[in-house]
């Protein structure tokens, strides 16, 4: 048995299981793992899909940096650049760490697999404790889900096995197939990990909710825990929503460009249109779970343009709906809301592939989005100088670099995340909460990795230049 192989089958141990069941256990675990190789799955919402970035290359008129403003290039060496001031002033408050998901939890009383095997109440759990993943490894909890919430619900039964699990409709679940599916209409058998058993679903049962409470844990590294025993996912779009605005916000207010802020960009459009307008429409792709790659959310941009958290028609953008981004997903943008994308399209969307590129960007006021598997340790914090320091455990996720600094004794960018404001420790600049420096070489890294997007030149709502009252 190979090391790596005995310790994650050690850390299952800890949830009381039997050597045959273990392997039982693990067997799922392994099929999980090769599914994400392959590249069919993904942890965080991106996935590095070669051929898609070789199609954005291919079709783009000029797809690198130094093709659309080799000017720029040296410009922010020791400088300072601080891009989401400029957003807070054009909304009028602070920067609030997005939220990505409203579904994806659990009813009260759900237990939860903590690392000594002991079972807790979902509400009870705190951040910096550690649970089981679905690969049997504890891992931290790095965030507390906790909301009112009125909907339906709905109560799962497996056939030979006695845990029942309540959960919004669209939370995902590990199946025997190595697939996260929703677990609404879902028929595959769910993998439980608690006793290492592969139940198939016996029956589901629509509750509604009136007035109650739902719970949810995001967990680093894995993304995932044993929910009733049951191997349950937590919560690309939302890194370019959040450039689209930066990049607003810094053409009104930095380049005095005759526009108007409106609201912040609907990031369901954004995903919708690029797995399927772009990547499934253009070049072919279908994708088997959630996600995507930077590149055909960039394309989609630039092609289409972008809708704003405001009303379309029979459409509703104002707050993010999980359910609808997942709909989007699979189905597209509504042919009668493309019209309305394509009047506020990104004029320029280029691939950045070097720190020395995203800092010059940065300075020069676009937004870079970073694309990358790079993982960061959430554990200790920032440190003395606002850092996280890079993780061994890869993180497959959509970021937006909004800053940098190269004048300081760690040359390095302000990156900020969708997770909320759990990264506790000291700051720098006035950062938002929930964001944290990465040193330059770590942002080379993420870049190089070849799915990192610079924004510029979005066309806006113009200001009237007439006066109407």
Known sequence: MLRRTFLQLAGLATAGLSLPQLIQAKEASVAYIEAANQGNLIQAGWVLNRRLVSEFIRSSQNPYLSQVNADIRGTGKGQIALLWP?????????LIPHEQAIGDCFAVDTQVTMSDGMQ?????????DYVISHTGLPRQVTRIIHKPYTGNMVKTTCQGYDSTVTSTLDHQFLTTDGQWEKVSGCESNLVALIQGLRPKIKSQELLQITDGYVYCLEVDQDNSFLANGYAVHNCVSHGYGLGVDILT?????????????????????????????????????????????????????????????????????????????????????????????????????????????????????????????????????????????????????????????????????????SWGDFIQGPKRHNQPNGSFWA???????????????????????????????
């Open 439 to 469: 040193d330059a070489s770590v942002i080379d890294r993420m870049c190089k990795q070849g799915d990192s997007i610079a924004l510029s030149c979005y066309a806006g709502y113009p200001k009237q230049s007439y006066i109407l009252w």
């Open 120 to 128: 807790k109440a979902i509400q009870e759990v705190n951040v910096g």
């Open 86 to 94: 400029f957003l807070e002033q054009a909304m009028g408050s602070q």
């Open 249 to 417: 916000a810094t053409q009104i207010i930095k380049r005095k460009s005759p526009q108007k802020w409106v609201a912040k960009a609907a990031t369901e459009i954004i995903y919708g249109g690029g797995r399927v307008e772009i990547a499934a429409q253009e070049y072919g792709m279908r994708w088997s779970g959630d996600g995507m790659t930077g590149t055909v959310a960039a394309e989609f941009v630039k092609r289409y343009g972008i809708l704003l958290r405001q009303k379309y028609l029979n459409w509703d953008f104002t707050t993010y709906s999980g359910d609808l981004a997942s709909e989007l997903g699979y189905r597209g943008v509504p042919d009668p809301l493309e019209s309305y994308c394509r009047i506020h399209p990104v004029g320029c969307v280029t691939l950045c592939r070097s720190w020395d590129e995203a800092r010059d960007c940065i300075f020069n006021g676009y937004p870079v989005t970073l694309c990358s598997s790079q993982g960061f340790n959430t554990r200790y914090g920032r440190d003395k100088d606002g850092f996280l320091s890079p993780g061994r455990q890869p993180w497959m996720h959509c970021m937006l670099l909004a800053g940098i600094d190269d004048s300081y004794k760690r040359p390095g960018g302000v990156i900020i995340n």
